[in-house]
């Protein structure tokens, strides 16, 4: 009987540790996963997570997170690294969709920027600005990132007064991102480069609600050597602008 009791209580003993080597080995074969889609949600999640973490940013990275979101359909961290991401790796449609998710998931400023982009990149720039205001809204301080998007979309939009607010908001930001202590060069010409831009916006705004001296104003701002500035906006929502003079 003795032996019986033995044997029994190295068997629960060893029960987790079994559990410990499933548990390992669901994580680095993908082929466990028919078996891993059999267990309770909880274990799943506990699967899903662990091979989160070493999903990586390699090439296949995103059908990584694809076997995590099969296993954990509530993981918001694959959802958004898919969202944020690999706007590549699938089709424009199939990307909104992944971002629309997303959002219903864990509506953080960063994936409602990404929405706000899949939904510029099938041509419907007033959803994007939506996308946008919700994504600058939901921040304690406005990124200007989020701002100068917002303020991009609601001028292809068509929502002029909106399009000044935020470009003009995304400026001052710029300004102040660039006189901080400590800034990386890298980063300084990087926003200068994204304020130029938005610089550049804000004159086809103006002009178009017929400010003619502010819009003289924010051509000496942003191009100091130019007789003035003839900006307008592409097919594709793009602005480009040039010397009055030529």
């Known amino acids: 009987m003795r032996k019986v009791w033995w044997v029994l209580g190295v068997g629960v003993l060893c029960l987790p540790m079994l559990f410990v080597i499933w548990l390992l080995a669901a994580v680095r074969w993908p082929r466990m996963d028919s078996l891993t889609l059999r267990m309770p949600m909880e274990v799943r999640r506990t699967v899903a997570q662990l091979a989160f973490q070493k999903a990586g940013w390699n090439k296949g990275s995103f059908h990584k997170l694809e076997r995590v979101i099969a296993l ?22 199939a990307h909104l969709q992944t971002c629309e998710t997303t959002v219903a998931l864990d509506a953080t ?11 510029e990149a099938l041509g419907d720039p007033c959803a994007a600005d939506a996308s946008f205001t919700k ?5 304690s301080e406005q990124a200007y990132l989020y701002v100068e998007d917002m303020g991009r979309a609601a001028l292809r939009c068509g929502d002029l007064y909106g399009a000044r607010a935020g470009l003009e908001t995304a400026i001052l930001q710029e300004d102040k991102s660039i006189k901080e202590p400590d800034q990386d060069q890298e980063d300084i010409d990087d926003t200068k480069v994204d304020q130029l831009t938005d610089r550049e916006y804000l004159i086809v705004t103006l002009d178009r609600l017929h400010e003619g001296s502010l819009s003289k104003d924010a051509c000496s701002a942003a191009h100091p050597d130019w007789a003035g500035c003839a900006c307008a906006l592409g097919a594709k929502g793009e ?4 010397d009055a003079a030529h």
Do not use: F, H, I, M
Request: with cysteine; hydrophobic share 25%.
């Open 135 to 139: 994504a600058a809204g939901n921040t």
């Open 109 to 119: 400023p960063e994936n409602l920027d990404a929405l706000g982009r899949a939904q």
């Open 239 to 242: 602005v480009s602008c040039e």
């Open 72 to 93: 954990d359909p509530q993981n918001t961290d694959a959802w958004g690294r898919r969202c944020t991401e690999y706007k590549d790796a699938e089709g424009a449609k």
